[in-house]
């Protein structure tokens, strides 16, 4: 999720939740921020290895 993904879901929020919401989904962002980043690079590294592996099936390589 980029910084400006972030931010618009962050303004959304300001506008439709309560003040003790916000908070909470903010302390569970910060809570969680490391874990939520290292999967979200796994799951970038593993798409990009299968698309290798399927560009080099495509070129016959594999």
Sequence with gaps: MSLAELAVIVLIAL???SPQKINLMLEWILK????????I??????LS??????????KGKD
Excluded: L
Excluded at 32 to 39: D, G, L, Q, V
Excluded at 41 to 46: E, G, I, P, Y
């Design 15 to 17: 506008v439709v939740m």
């Design 32 to 39: 969680y921020h490391e874990k939520i980043n290292s999967a």
């Design 41 to 46: 690079k796994a799951t970038r590294q593993s």
């Design 49 to 58: 290895v299968e698309s290798f592996r399927s560009s080099r099936k495509k």
